[in-house]
């Protein structure tokens, strides 16, 4: 059996775990999310498949733990973003230029590259869940502007920043998107209040 390089069994199942997802990341970000298998992540990690097997039952369960680590650091740097923000509008162009600066700088790879990998179906509730938190860190702002319906108003900033995402990614200028972008999400809060 292997020495146990933590200070408790615990900690040894998260290191070891996190491990995985690393290794799983690195190979999508190299060859695709379709390269992610038991055996390719046991190899890049040093480890046998059986080992895998201890923290996720495929590798499509392995892809979807990835995904909402992924998405969950995501929600984490638009929090972050927003924190220092005393005014809902000032949140909201914070949150859009993070946002659209995640896609600039390449941040969002990695969920790109997994965005084409089956998933499982028993899954899929949690990772909308973590998708859905992206936009949490507004919920607070948009009440405090008197947003009567929430959803919509979070509804159409994900469809914005999707858009902009989108062209950014088409290599369209990122400076500039965001400014349009956030001016024009600005305008259309202020015509929901």
Known sequence: ??????????????????????????????????????????????????????????????????????????????SRAIAGSEQPLEALEQWIASSLLYIADGRHLLAKALNATALPRERTAAIGAAHRKLLAPLHSNL????????????SFIQALTDAASKRIEAGCDAKAEIVKTTAFAVAGIKALM
């Open 143 to 154: 009440e405090a502007l008197g947003i009567a319906d929430i959803a919509q108003g979070l």
């Open 1 to 78: 059996m292997p020495r146990i390089k933590t200070d408790s069994l615990e900690t040894h199942r998260d290191w070891r775990r996190s491990q995985l997802i690393e290794a799983a990341a690195t190979i999508a970000l190299e060859s695709g999310g379709e390269a992610i298998t038991v055996a390719s992540v046991a190899a890049k990690a040093g480890l046998s498949r059986t080992s895998v097997y201890e923290y996720f039952a495929s590798s499509a369960d392995l892809v979807a733990d990835l995904v909402i680590d992924e998405l969950e650091g995501f929600t984490d740097v638009l």
